[in-house]
């Protein structure tokens, strides 16, 4: 097919933007740029998916890096939102919170506080004092979080402007674990809901959109894909998929078969005598 | 007398004590596609250094800088 990612955006999201902290995207998958060989790969797959809102990490410049992530994303029209990734306490991650925005200009963050370098899962203490800093500091925080409803409202209480539960711990691509808690922070939150960490392939994001989160936020799908960009479009067709399914309202699950053809009018077709 | 700056963890000499920008400018020479400075930022002693300021922003013996710079993550 012939669409450009703008077409195929745009036709989704007519009357049915993203809307984050007044802020507008057509696109509701937000890509992280973790985990790719190269930046010319990184560049084309970014590309495919459509994204215009894509997260960096605040690293101590060196010798031998191969050109900027920042000028990809400046020449590609896609909005920079640093992390505080490889933080573990909430005085770390303001900090760092900070520097990302006399990096990249924005006072946007996505709020990673995470408890150990194992299991990477948020720690529900550090990160809700850090959002609360934050916020009251002018940040528009997005925070990555467990997937648990209270913490979810903690957070939208401190002011966050999206909550991010994550799916599966970060990297794993073990889905959405915990759909009924996902739905839960849907059904109370007041701010948009972004499933955040663990997709593996288009069928997870497509069942996160299913759920009624927001938009997606996924890196290594793509990026460690045998197929980078192919995965990144197919990514952008189940985020797209499963907004549509979520707004077409699904069919209750039933218990027994229900038929889809009339039962009346069948033809006398007993050949068997 | 030189002045003696650890810059992302390394010993750095200086003839007089340097500016933040002189540091950045010295750390950024060597590095490739550091695009002038911009999606860089700068720590002083785990203090932010608005851009606006490295030119009037001294440096001593003994400063930590930490220079940051957006990269792939997340």
């Not at chain 1, 998958?29 to 998916?49: C, D, K, N, R």
């Not at chain 1, 980078?228 to 189940?238: D, I, L, N, S, T």
């Not at chain 1, 027994?256 to 009339?262: K, M, R, T, W």
Request: aromatic share 2%.
């Amino acid at each position: 097919m012939n669409a450009t990612p703008d077409a195929v955006n745009g036709a989704h999201a007519a009357g049915d933007p993203l809307v984050i902290a007044g802020r507008t995207f057509s696109s509701r998958l937000i890509m992280g740029t973790g985990g790719a060989p190269s930046l010319a790969g990184l560049e084309a797959a970014l590309v495919a998916s459509g994204t215009e809102l894509t997260t960096v990490a605040l690293r101590r410049v060196h010798t031998g890096t191969e050109g900027s992530v920042w000028d990809l994303l400046e020449r590609n029209g896609i909005r920079a939102l640093p992390n505080t990734a490889g933080c573990f306490t909430a005085s770390e991650a303001v900090l760092t919170a900070k520097l990302g925005r006399e990096a990249c200009e924005t006072d946007w963050v996505k709020l990673e506080v995470v408890a150990d370098d194992v299991s990477l899962l948020p720690d529900p203490i550090e990160l809700v004092s850090a959002a609360r800093t934050l916020v009251d500091d002018g940040f528009t925080v997005l925070p990555y979080t467990n997937d648990d409803p209270i913490l979810a409202r903690k957070l939208a209480d401190v002011g966050c402007a999206a909550i991010m539960p994550l799916g599966a711990p970060i990297g794993t691509g073990l889905g959405v674990l915990n759909p009924r808690n996902i739905a839960a922070i849907v059904a109370e939150s007041e701010v948009p809901v972004v499933l955040d960490a663990g997709i593996g392939t288009a069928s997870d994001a497509a069942q996160a959109m299913e759920l009624g989160c927001d938009a997606v936020l996924l890196a290594t799908a793509v990026t460690r894909a045998a197929d980078p960009v192919r995965m990144a479009r197919a990514m952008r067709h189940a985020v797209i998929a499963g907004r549509e399914a979520f707004h077409a309202g699904r069919i209750p699950r039933r218990e027994e078969a229900l038929a889809s053809s009339p039962t009346d009018g069948r033809a006398n077709l007993d050949l068997a005598m | 007398m030189t002045v003696s700056i650890i810059v992302n963890g390394d010993e750095v000499a200086f003839d007089r004590r340097p500016s933040v920008e002189d540091v950045v400018a010295r750390a950024l020479a060597d590095v490739d596609g550091a695009s002038g400075g911009r999606g860089i930022a700068v720590a002083v002693n785990s203090d932010v250094v608005p851009r606006s300021s490295w030119a009037t922003t001294p440096v001593d013996t003994g400063d930590r800088v930490e220079i940051l710079a957006a990269t792939q993550g997340g």
